[in-house]
């Protein structure tokens, strides 16, 4: 019996494994919390890659981009999600109050959070993608939201989603703890491209 290791199949499965260990490598990165920016930097610039005819390799490029990005996306992160979490935090408290004022603060409140979220992502991403100085990128990350609505909503919706499919279905946590991170990435990796392509 010869298995050729050209075969469909056997590739398919080789991206699959491939994508399990990305994603397993993101989740430890994450775990000291404050290295959570420079792990989804690495993680969006491994993946943004292989989404340019695959290009790359995801799971040996990881910790090199993870090292290469560790400052410039930490810096980054504190920037943008300090004031996240305070507005996060400050939508939660107005919300438990019944008054019209306290519900156009939360109101207020969560799109400006949701906002914050939508720059450090495409800060992240930046990072990944090009080598600007801090200040040029931070600026850009907080305008690029608001020049890309409509790509913007597509980039958020897929963290969100897998996140609010997980709370109504518990079991969905399996398949996000075991490739939901990176195939999640790499299906935000093509807007990324698509947002960086019309504005290069």
Not at 120 to 129: I, W
Not at 160 to 189: D, M, N, R
Request: proline share 6%; charged share 10%; with cysteine.
């Amino acid at each position: 019996m010869r298995i050729d290791p050209e075969s469909r199949s056997l590739q398919g499965m080789s991206s699959f494994l491939g994508f399990v260990a990305l994603n397993v490598m993101y989740l430890v990165t994450c775990l000291p919390v404050v290295t959570i920016p420079a792990a989804t930097s690495a993680l969006y610039e491994v993946t943004i890659r292989y989404s340019d005819d695959e290009s790359g390799r995801p799971v040996k490029d990881f910790f090199p981009a993870f090292g290469r990005n560790f400052v410039r996306a930490t810096l980054l992160g504190l920037c943008l999600g300090v004031p996240f979490l305070l507005l996060a935090a400050s939508a939660i408290f107005w919300a438990s109050h019944p008054s019209v004022l306290a519900g156009a603060a939360t109101v207020v409140a969560t799109l400006a959070a949701v906002y914050l979220f939508a720059a450090f992502l495409f800060a992240m991403a930046l990072t990944a993608v090009y080598a600007a100085p801090f200040r040029q990128t931070l600026k850009n990350a907080l305008l690029l939201p608001a020049a890309e609505p409509v790509r913007m909503l597509g980039i958020l919706l897929i963290p969100i989603a897998l996140v609010c499919i997980t709370i109504v279905f518990p079991l969905f946590g399996v398949i996000l703890v075991t490739i939901g991170f990176s195939v999640g990435a790499y299906a935000t990796a093509f807007l990324f491209r698509s947002v960086f392509a019309r504005r290069s």
